[in-house]
């Protein structure tokens, strides 16, 4: 069972341009969605991160757009550069830390594979 | 510096050959995991540890078996291995700094079986 949906699968845009990914989750439980970003060899990085009590959050070039109502989430890269050419993962999660009696569920998106072309 | 370290990085075995992939780190997080990476399937969690002794099954952990013994490591057994375990497999860790720590990865170990 996916619970998360994320689209599209690969995306290509030129340089200057806006690049947009989008997410969907089906579990209301997720309270916590980040994005990773990973380069060919590597493992993922976190790129930013949202809570639900917010509808956006903006670092650099990166914008996270979250709508609780629809159960969707979005990332945008502004002024999109060859550099960030990569696959793009977003994921939904239900944290608690160990503290707290300790509980997880994290869910992946299939992955965007962003070519930024120059 | 701060890192997920993971061995083998590169392994070709054969079916049922028992085999063991490590994974390290040196954050003194609490949290460790281990995903697989398929093409068009993205991540998906296998186990899960919130702490020294305490590990949950993920989304796949069948033929899978983990042990958490030492706060720093969390091997990944493969008792049976089999050709659809054939994959690129991800440990990471997360420590307790803030609500919602982030997750560290290691560089990952592509395991082919024959």
């Known amino acids: 069972q996916q619970q998360v949906k994320q689209s599209p699968q690969s995306l290509i845009v030129q340089k200057g341009g806006i690049s947009i990914i989008n997410c969907a989750y089906e579990?209301?439980?997720?309270?916590?969605f980040p994005w990773y970003q990973q380069f060919p060899g590597k493992g993922p990085a976190l790129l930013i991160a949202i809570r639900p009590d917010v509808s956006e959050k903006k670092e650099g070039r990166f914008t996270i757009s979250f709508n609780k109502s629809a159960k969707q989430f979005s990332l945008h890269i502004m002024d999109s550069q060859p550099g960030d050419s990569a696959t793009y993962f977003c994921a939904a999660s239900s944290w608690r830390q160990p503290r707290w009696g300790g509980s997880e569920k994290l869910v992946f998106g299939k992955g965007t594979k962003l070519t930024v072309n120059p | 510096e701060a890192q997920v370290t993971q061995n083998p990085r590169y392994l070709i075995t054969v079916t049922g050959k028992k085999l063991t992939v490590t994974c390290s780190q040196n954050?003194?997080?609490?949290?460790m995991s281990w995903y697989r990476q398929d093409p068009g399937l993205g991540l998906r969690q296998i186990y899960y540890?919130?702490?020294?002794?305490?590990?949950d099954k993920g989304d796949v952990p069948e033929g899978y078996k983990v042990s958490r013994k030492e706060k720093r490591n969390f091997p990944l057994i493969l008792e049976s291995p089999s050709p659809n375990q054939t994959s690129l497999y991800f440990c990471?860790?997360?420590?307790?700094?803030?609500?919602?720590?982030?997750?560290?990865f290691g560089e990952g170990s592509r395991l082919t079986v024959l």
């Open positions: 990471a860790s997360r420590g307790s700094s803030g609500e919602y720590g982030e997750l560290f």
């Open positions: 579990n209301t439980a997720f309270d916590y």
């Open positions: 540890s919130m702490n020294v002794e305490v590990t």
């Open positions: 954050m003194n997080h609490e949290y």
